[in-house]
């Protein structure tokens, strides 16, 4: 089973900056990486696949690089309805795993 | 538009069995691979089972694999968790949620879930 390890747990930051979450895999997926949003209440949203392309309807804020096991969202100037959690999900293998999360709070 | 709703969730004794349902509509549900998504009460997310839009390849989480079965019936539109010999363990809410496209397993539409609570 791939194990996906997120860092930071937890990340404040002041309106208008920027925020990087990281998302690093057990062994090589390749691009197979997607991000997801999660607000408190609400079923999670999808913020990119293929470690790099933007879903439908995601603004340019929300930017996703990285390959092989090292993976990387960025949230450019944050703005208060950014805050939520965030996940990133391999589909390279079975099983499809998440990582456990980081928690994205607005100072 | 494009919706996926969940049921049949509820609270069942340790052993119980539930049926959980998803209904699907503003898409051909015929043309994608479906997935079942768990998360337990103030945890992460979960990957459960999935079903190839045909329907005879499907894929489990070890957790659940050999108490649980994923079906479906695509002229009803719907996909089918069976949860059987259920556990304390199994409690959370239940998202049901399509896979993009084939060969991508990003799921971009999920329900709103149905909560499933384990306890005697």
């Known amino acids: 089973e791939i194990v996906l390890t997120q860092s930071p747990a937890s990340l404040s930051v002041s309106p208008g900056d920027r925020a990087t979450l990281s998302c690093r895999a057990s062994q090589s997926i390749s691009s197979n990486l997607a991000w997801y949003q999660q607000k408190p209440g609400q079923a999670p949203r999808l913020l990119i696949y293929g470690a790099s392309t933007r879903a439908t309807g995601i603004p340019p804020t929300f930017s996703g690089s990285g390959s092989g096991t090292e993976f990387t969202l960025t949230i450019s100037s944050l703005q208060s309805e950014d805050s939520a959690h965030y996940y990133c999900q391999q589909y390279n293998n079975w099983p499809r795993t998440f990582g456990q999360g980081t928690k994205v709070e607005i100072k | 538009q494009v919706q996926l709703v969940e049921s049949g969730g509820g609270v069942v004794q340790p052993g119980g069995s539930l049926r959980l349902s998803c209904a699907a509509s503003g898409f051909s549900f015929s043309l994608y691979g479906m997935h079942w998504v768990r998360q337990a009460p103030g945890k992460g997310l979960e990957w459960v089972a999935f079903?190839?839009?045909?329907?005879?390849?499907?894929d489990y989480a070890d957790s659940v694999k050999g108490r649980f079965t994923i079906s479906r019936d695509n002229s009803k539109y719907t996909l089918f968790l069976q949860m059987n010999s259920l556990r304390a363990e199994d409690t959370a809410v239940y998202y049901c949620?399509?896979?993009?496209?084939?060969?991508?397993?990003?799921?971009?539409?999920w329900g709103l879930g149905t909560v499933v609570t384990v306890s005697s």
């Open positions: 949620a399509k896979r993009l496209k084939l060969g991508t397993d990003a799921f971009d539409v």
């Open positions: 079903i190839a839009f045909y329907g005879s390849n499907e």
